[in-house]
């Protein structure tokens, strides 16, 4: 299941020679088993990055992912599409927690 929510997310990695880089973000759709996004810094196939945000709660949420599609977009940015590859059941209940709040604010 994927849908279209704006969710803000931190995106976090490394470059190549090492340096540890962090880059605020929101997506453009969330599914079950990952997320597409726009991001500035330059990423490549494979490349693993940190995913994270809060629950509608506040709880915060950490996430591994795996950098599996890239298209070019808008100003330079890139569209990055990840599968989530650790802890999948953190970003399972992200998912969950976020379509029951946006389906709670629909029913209002």
Known sequence: MRMALRLPIVVSGRTDDGAAWSEPTETDDIST????????????PGEHLYLRSHRP???????KAQVVRIAPAVYGTAR???TI???KENWLRLFVSWV?????????
Do not use: C, I, S
């Open 33 to 44: 088993t990952g997320t597409l996004f726009h991001l500035n810094q330059p990423v490549a």
């Open 57 to 63: 709660d506040g709880v915060p949420v950490e996430v």
């Open 80 to 82: 990055v599409g990840v």
């Open 85 to 87: 590859t650790e802890p």
């Open 100 to 108: 029951a709040d946006d389906q709670t604010e629909d029913d209002k």
